[in-house]
């Protein structure tokens, strides 16, 4: 006979778990009891966080890099009611994570037992699957099936809520699983026709201004090979959403940069002229099209590749072709039967005004210095020259990710990984450290705001501890610039709520620590910054003083149309 909870850890070795992100408490401590031999024996590594939302961001991190379920594990009450804010940033992303998380004995939940949480109700809107089990011989079968809901069809992230008495109770004639069962559930299969293939392919050869948005999709089924291939057979240049930008190696010439409401001005005029939109893997939020009526208005064809056929059905424009499966299985479908055809011939006339609108506009983004500081764009583009192509880069959310969208250049995909649907502060370091955990041979950044940085600190501990050397660069305007820049914008200048005095010095913070501060004043000193800290086997933290005024352009006003861009700083100084 073994217990539950070692049903819990035989079955999440049995699934290939070498780590597990996690803060431990009374209703998942046996599961830390049966945890014990294996970290011993280091057949599991258990990372310990320093706050739980923390921890599902290390998971989502992780997963990210891998493309295989992160996992993570709370207490019941606060611990799991604290993973909110990172799974629902993993479920609008797509991000498969799987949460273990003890609940209250079943003889007192619905009594406002001590640290009882209604985790099914406040989960089943923010997760892909979420459970709570009922008796102690589901363990394995569900450790099964979180792990195959989590993986297939769109990812995301599942919850496995598990009383504490089924966690402590001795379970005999234990039957493992071979495969997943889960009544109901039905991943989304492949349905990809060759008549709606042959359309799309007439589509895009016979159109003069063709266009291809990519999105996370590309991503997740590591289909960047397969999709510039399209785009230079078709010379059809490429845009991206924010999430799509890690698929797309930004050398390749045809690709413009992210749309939408922070996107390039280059890449959101592109969408307005093109005569036809291959959609892959996107799901077209209102982030990358504010508004649906610049798709709609000049008879537009659309073509849209996608695993989830309900993100097809929710759009509010018509489709010209739905192409339901894999990405990379559809775009093979598309290769495969494109290569003998030849594109239109007034392509070249597109390429050329692609180059126009790469020319013409930035002259708006590359501003030379002035009394205001160390420009942002610059300071990315100084970073870049230094850091290895293959560096993984993770940021948190703020203006600092607006200019990272625009200004910085991923080499190699899947090197990228930032809070897209959610827009969730305090993602950069926690997932920075699933990315470290991942892929401890590369070396990987936390471009961060002071704000968003703030939010989760508290884990540079985590990478002294747990010897995974990050670099952290945080772009401190002492202000949470975001909300400030649009208060300045369309909330008639009047700021409030957003400035911070001139606590925390971030040197200081981060040696008492235990890590290396560097505070920069110049780009040599920049550059030098991080060649050390490459060199050092410690975490360091570069504190990159910018202008509280300085803007995230270009961008759109608040419902904006993709026309209504506005690419300079008409407030300058105030």
């Known amino acids: 006979m073994v217990t539950g909870a070692k049903l819990v850890v035989e079955a999440l070795k049995r699934e290939g778990v070498k780590v597990i992100f996690g803060i431990p408490g009374l209703s998942n401590m046996a599961i830390y009891d049966e945890l014990y031999d294996y970290i011993s024996n280091e057949e599991i590594r258990h990372i310990l966080m320093r706050h739980e939302q923390g921890a599902a961001h290390a998971a989502d991190g992780y ?56 985790v099914l109700g406040v989960m089943q809107h923010i997760a892909k699957y979420v459970v709570q089990l009922k008796d102690a011989k589901e363990i394995p079968l569900w450790i099964k099936n979180a792990f195959y809901i989590a993986s297939t069809g769109k990812p995301g992230p599942v919850v496995v809520d598990i009383p504490r008495d089924l966690l402590m109770a001795e379970v005999d004639d234990i039957v493992w699983a071979d495969e997943p069962l889960i009544d109901g559930y039905k991943p989304f299969k492949d349905n990809i026709r060759d008549e709606d293939i042959d359309k799309a392919i007439d589509i895009l050869v016979n159109a003069e201004r063709p266009l291809i948005l990519a999105g996370s999709g590309v991503m997740w089924s590591g289909a960047s090979e397969e999709l510039i291939k399209l785009s230079e057979l078709l010379l059809c240049p490429i845009v991206s959403t924010l999430l799509g930008k890690a698929a797309v190696p930004h050398d390749y010439p045809l690709y413009l940069g992210v749309v939408g409401y922070y996107g390039r001005a280059e890449a959101n005029m592109a969408l307005l002229e093109s005569d036809a939109i291959l959609v892959v893997g996107a799901r077209l939020s209102d982030r990358t099209i504010p508004t649906f009526k610049d798709l709609q208005e000049g008879g537009r064809r659309i073509i849209i590749i996608n695993i989830d056929p309900t993100d097809i059905k929710k759009l509010p424009i018509d489709v010209d072709v739905k192409i339901c499966g894999d990405v990379k299985v559809a775009l093979r479908a598309l290769l495969n039967r494109i290569l003998n055809i030849s594109h239109n011939s007034s392509r070249y006339n597109w390429i050329s005004r692609i180059k126009e609108l790469k020319e013409f506009y930035a002259k708006y983004y590359y501003v030379e210095d002035d009394e205001f500081g160390l420009k942002p764009w610059k300071v990315l583009k100084t970073i870049r020259e230094v850091l290895p192509p293959d560096a993984i880069v993770t940021t948190g959310v703020g203006q600092h990710q607006m200019w990272i969208a625009n200004f910085w250049d991923v080499l190699q995909p899947r090197t990228l990984l930032t809070s897209g649907g959610m827009g969730t502060m305090g993602f950069g370091l926690p997932a920075a450290i699933g990315a470290k955990v991942a892929r401890p041979d590369k070396v990987v950044v936390d471009l961060d705001g002071d704000g968003s940085f703030l939010m989760t600190m508290n884990n540079l501990a985590v990478t002294i501890e747990e010897n995974l050397p990050i670099l952290v660069v945080i772009f401190d305007n002492r202000s949470l610039g975001l909300v400030r820049q649009v208060q300045r914008m369309f909330f008639r200048g009047r700021v409030v709520g957003v400035d911070f005095g001139s606590s925390p010095d971030y040197v200081k913070l981060a040696e008492s620590f235990g890590a290396i501060g560097y505070d920069v004043g110049s780009y040599e000193d920049l550059k030098t910054a991080v060649r050390r800290s490459i060199n050092d086997a410690i975490t360091s933290v570069i504190r990159v003083p910018t202008y509280r005024g300085e803007l995230a352009l270009p961008t759109l006003p608040p419902g904006g149309s993709l026309k209504e861009v506005i690419l300079y700083d008409v407030r300058k100084g105030s």
Do not use: H
């Open 63 to 118: 997963a990210r890099i891998t493309g295989r379920p992160g996992v993570c594990t709370a207490t019941s009450g606060p611990g799991t009611m604290n993973l909110v804010t990172g799974l629902i940033t993993a479920y609008w992303d797509n991000s498969p994570v799987v949460a273990i998380t003890g609940q209250v004995p079943r003889a007192v939940i619905g009594r406002k037992a001590f640290q009882e949480a209604d």
